[in-house]
């Protein structure tokens, strides 16, 4: 359905009804990817030679995060696309030992290339949304490449350069005596008790891709997360459109959000949300991206 206004969006997103999580929806087709780290599993919806837009997950995440946006991103004319992160759910045969030459792990460059790789698989510049992690991964492909971008949101991405896990609400002071092993148990651990409350069909879905995300990526992942890059004044440089996308109830406060917002150069959209305005305000996220794309008011 065609978003006719950010009151239609609203609506759309209070009317959302519990979903199977696991099953991939009329519409949207499976296409596995042979990228540099190995087989990488992802989805697209829409037609090819559309304005595409990619739309990339964070640890312990999917390319089904994703699911409750595509709709309205196709109906507005885009091909979308997005892709499990090597190691991640279907993607866990991707990792490391099938680099060339092999690498010790999950690392920065790893990821990259696999994001390039799926950014060069057209010519055309892509409208790029990185979640969480991604968020990081998006600014590091930003800064390399930024001719392949059209656009670049940032979806409860950590704010903060360095170690990101410090500004983190109520538990960011634990980080500092954490590891990247124990911080994937513990982050593992809390989603599987649902420590932070998520809807009952959400919970039974994050449970299931834990049967087939390796650990060592989460850990790996982690750790990179407490070296955030400061790609900030090569954002703040680009004339390419950005947003700052957040939940009221995020892992991080929205004052943080909102810095990183002013300092890059970014719109920025604030919804009732926790850390995944993508499955509980998707329309509303869209909305607010077609603005960003269009160039709409600030």
């Not at 995440?61 to 709709?71: L, Q």
Request: charged share 25%; hydrophobic share 40%; proline share 7%.
């Amino acid at each position: 359905m065609k978003l006719r206004s950010r009151e239609h969006a609203r609506e759309l997103d209070d009317a959302l009804q519990p979903i199977d999580w696991a099953i991939i929806p009329d519409g949207v087709r499976r296409v596995d990817i042979d990228a540099p780290s190995g087989r990488i599993a992802s989805i697209e919806s829409g037609r090819r030679g559309d304005p595409r837009v990619l739309l990339v997950p964070g640890a312990t995440g999917s390319k089904e995060d994703f699911v409750r946006m595509m709709p309205a991103l196709v109906a507005q004319g885009f091909f979308v696309q997005s892709f499990d992160l090597a190691g991640q759910y279907e993607s866990h045969q991707a990792g490391p030992e099938n680099c060339e030459p092999p690498r010790r792990s999950y690392d920065m460059e790893l990821f990259v290339a696999d994001f390039l790789h799926v950014l060069d698989q057209e010519d055309t510049p892509v409208h790029v949304l990185g979640y969480s992690f991604a968020g990081n991964l998006a600014q590091e492909v930003c800064a390399r490449r930024a001719e392949r971008i059209a656009s670049i949101t940032f979806l409860s991405a950590p704010p903060v350069p360095g170690q990101a896990f410090l500004k983190v609400k109520r538990i960011g002071w634990i980080s500092p005596f954490t590891n990247g092993t124990s911080a994937a148990w513990l982050m593992m651990t809390g989603i599987r008790r649902n420590w932070i409350p998520v809807p009952a069909d959400r919970l039974r879905f994050v449970r299931q891709r834990f049967a087939l995300t390796r650990r060592r990526s989460v850990a790996d992942i982690l750790t990179l997360m407490k070296k955030t890059p400061n790609r900030r004044l090569e954002l703040r440089a680009t004339n390419i459109p950005k947003l700052v996308a957040v939940g009221q109830h995020d892992l991080w406060p929205v004052d943080a959000h909102a810095e990183f917002a002013t300092v890059i150069g970014a719109r920025l959209a604030v919804y009732e949300a926790g850390h995944s305005p993508c499955e509980q305000t998707p329309n509303q996220l869209v909305w607010d991206m077609l603005e960003m794309i269009r160039g709409d008011r600030p």
